[in-house]
């Protein structure tokens, strides 16, 4: 069965540092989505990518972040400067269309980020 | 924007017992509630979902209603088995938005062999 692949599974990093986090969506799909959920609380939306370009924006998504897709197959959130409250768990997901209407969300396991 | 309250925050039940999730909603344009089941360590799985033009469904064990006036939707597990442990979060998405799910906090179930 296709799944949403994401890496690395944890990553550790110093305050004010750069992170890359990276999915590999489903391939047929064409809606990407990062969500974020810190310990404990609800998931919450970040973005949603399409067609090489951000659809929406949730207010978290500051200039701090930033996301692309490289490649056919990459899709990656970037945080410039890193800060103690952006320790979570990412989570990358896809859909065939918008999921308003059809389009089921695919999740990935997710990507810990711990900032020190 | 939307805002989705979920209860209770845990839940535990006796394996064959049934579950019960709520769920209630603000935004009464909102037209799609997916649930997902969360394991330790996992990405949110879909279950089941419902749209607004539907009041029930059912899938195996698993049923979700649907209550457009009241502004609530309900996740229903009979038969719970302990692989039925999880965190379950409910989920309501805009008509019309670029698909931005908002969940609720999230309900750890415990299904007590």
């Known amino acids: 069965e296709p799944e949403v692949t994401q890496t690395p599974s944890h990553q550790v990093t110093q305050m004010g540092q750069e992170v890359i986090l990276r999915c590999v969506p489903i391939s047929n799909h064409l809606y990407f989505y990062w969500y974020r959920q810190i310990l404990g609380q609800k998931v919450e939306f970040l973005v949603s990518?399409?067609?090489?370009?951000?659809?929406?924006k949730s207010e978290i998504f500051d200039d701090q972040f930033s996301v692309e897709r490289p490649d056919g197959s990459n899709f990656t959130l970037k945080i410039r400067s890193t800060k103690l409250e952006d320790s979570a768990m990412y989570f990358c997901?896809?859909?065939?269309?918008?999921?308003?209407?059809?389009?089921?969300?695919?999740f990935g396991e997710g990507s810990r980020l711990t900032v020190l | 924007g939307e805002n989705v309250e979920q209860h209770p925050s845990t839940l535990s039940v006796q394996e064959g017992d049934s579950a019960v999730i709520k769920c209630t909603y603000s935004d009464s344009a909102s037209n799609y509630f997916p649930w997902y089941k969360q394991e330790l360590g996992k990405g949110p799985q879909l279950i089941i979902d419902i749209r607004s033009n539907v009041g029930e469904k059912k899938d195996q064990r698993i049923a979700v209603t649907l209550n457009k006036t009241a502004k609530h939707f309900s996740l229903h597990i009979t038969e719970t088995q302990p692989e039925d442990s999880a965190v379950y979060f409910c989920?309501?998405?805009?008509?019309?938005?670029?698909?931005?799910?908002?969940f609720g906090s999230g309900t750890q179930l415990t299904v007590l062999p």
């Open positions: 990518f399409y067609n090489n370009e951000i659809s929406e």
């Open positions: 989920a309501a998405i805009l008509s019309g938005s670029a698909r931005q799910l908002t």
């Open positions: 997901a896809s859909s065939v269309d918008r999921a308003s209407s059809t389009g089921e969300l695919f």
